[in-house]
């Protein structure tokens, strides 16, 4: 590994910024990096603040719902969230990220991900992705779920199921020093077997006291690859599944991904730390 190289422990940083010092110290000099990971640590602080957050994120999904239905508008939807959130004391962190106007992502039928909320009602048989995001206190939590909105296709209840079952194969391949295309086979894997895709053009990724961070967590891969998952980690995955096609089309507000086929596509995503034993589950 060479001193500009990213670190060996996924923290996005250079080698030289990272680890060098320590594995020098560890091998008595060597340049070569460890072979073991170190645990990344995390200040009992910081621990208590991303579960806190979560919490918050998986209280206000929760709370869509039990009150999603058929002919309310995603807007609706929208003000829900912003104002739980408000009331919560936490900032909706999607509101004004890189210019994305709305308060949560509602992701209807053949959208993939961030559906922009707006007057669309909600009809019987519709599945919606609704994706939270909250900042409490400077720590993020982030989760989404695909619902399935009074009688549903067999198709429909397929792809959630499916894309449901991604995610939690996923959850499961996330293994203390395994790899990050552990968790991207398992969740290919499943897909491919009942005959679904997987979006590969976006992923998961680290979370903290920043909306996005390194790692980067692809829902494809090969087994025994990618960046280490070290303890210590805090990650999102969030497989996209598409019934048909794994490509899409950006519409023109430049936030709203649709699948270029136009069958439909499901999305659930949780927030994990990652332990020395195995992975808790934050949201």
Sequence with gaps: MQRNDPCWCGSGKKYKKCHLASDKQRLGGSKEPATQLDRMERSSEYIEGMRESCRLAADTLKMVGENIRADITTDTI????????????????????????????????????????DDTIVKDGDIINVDITCNLNGYFGDTSKTFLVGECSPDAKKITAVAEECLKRGIQAATPNGKMGDIGAAIQAYAHSMGCSVVEKFVGHGIGKQFHENPQVPHFGRRGTGVRLTPGMFFTIEPMINLGDKDLYILEDNWTAVTIDGKLSAQFEHTIFLTESGVEVLT
């Design 78 to 117: 929208n003000t829900w969230v912003h104002e739980y959130t408000l009331d919560h004391g936490a900032i909706p962190a999607t509101l004004n990220y890189k210019g994305y106007p709305k308060s949560t992502c509602t992701s209807l039928n053949s959208v993939i991900c961030h559906g922009i909320p």
